[in-house]
């Protein structure tokens, strides 16, 4: 019995409270997923617990568990709360001692399990705390980085929680108010080369980068590029990409990705911003009311779409073309398709 009530308190105060934690912050940051021994997540669990634990513990000292604000208030006294916890524990050791006192034990189980019910409620309240201070701190780090105490606490006690691929798949290491986006450039197994904006990102079960979703993919078409020069009528390279048929995402399985180039750019208009503000503080003399504008165009570079290169439409299409480009290149790459993992040309 003594073992069974000990198993239910590691359970209650430790694995349950570890449980919660990584719950509640993966659901806002992706964590590291580690193959741990019961020893390693015992020790884990028992560090996550003990600040709440702690301050639950001072909160009952102080008697706000069992006042009002407790889910089962009770009428309580240290000597009623000792003689409790002694009947309890000497009816959970001794089968003898609880068949005599089994009135006084039931009675003294029923108080201590209200006690325990209150610990517990606001030990996860705290806990929930904890959790929200651990997203919010760890949020931030875009922003704050730069500030030493902060960056000292984060490498040590955030940052090692973290997925390396929440950091590298995310702009999680930028200001927010940056807005950057992901872009990535895959060079797959069968070498074709994949650009696009990362959509989302998804891990295994130990950690490990299972696959990556792209919107506005496209292909480079590196044997045209080689047939091309052969021949001595090598274009620009950008006229060597071709828009993935379809507006959906593009899934390639990480089993099939050799290698990875990752891109934060800023939006057009935070350029704008940099740029005037650059400017501004110039104070060139004479100059004032300065305003910067920033030109957007269709960024297609095939010529033989009937523009100069590249196109100077203005983009209208969530791949950053022009639709008359849009189409045109949907249109040249229809006679190919797409099997998750790479493009396969129909004869």
Known sequence: ??????????????????????????????????????????????????????????????????????????????????????????????????????????????????????????????????????????????????????????????????????????????????????????????????RGNLADYFIGSVGELSGLLLKSAQRFQRDKLEDDRKAGKAKESGDYWRVIAGDGNFYLPDDNIASLNIRYPLPPTRYQQIVQDAVEKLALQGVSNVKVEVLEHCRCTNTRHGHENPCKAPPTENDGMCKPCHDSAALEFSGTEHTGDSVNRRP
């Open 1 to 194: 019995m003594v073992a069974l009530i000990a198993s239910v308190l590691l359970a209650l105060y430790v694995f349950v409270p570890y449980i919660l934690f990584h719950r509640f912050c993966s659901l806002f940051i992706r964590l590291k997923k580690l193959q741990r021994t019961k020893t390693e997540e015992i020790a884990f669990g028992i560090l996550l617990a003990v600040l709440p634990f702690v301050l639950t513990l001072l909160l009952c000292w102080s008697g706000w568990i069992n006042g009002s604000v407790a889910p089962f208030p009770l009428v309580d006294s240290p000597q009623q709360k000792a003689g409790d916890y002694q009947t309890v524990f000497a009816a959970a050791y001794s089968e003898n001692f609880f068949k005599e006192h089994q009135t006084e034990a039931w009675d003294a189980i029923e108080r201590v399990s209200q006690r325990q019910a209150n610990f517990l409620t606001w030990n996860y309240l705290l806990l929930l705390g904890e959790a929200i201070g651990f997203v919010a701190l760890t949020s931030s780090y875009g922003r704050l980085q730069k500030f030493k105490p902060y960056a000292w606490f984060a490498a040590r006690f955030l940052l090692p929680a973290v997925s390396e691929w929440h950091v590298l798949l995310t702009d999680f290491s930028f200001p927010p108010g940056e807005h950057r986006s992901v872009q990535v450039d895959v060079i797959t197994r069968d070498n074709i080369l994949y």
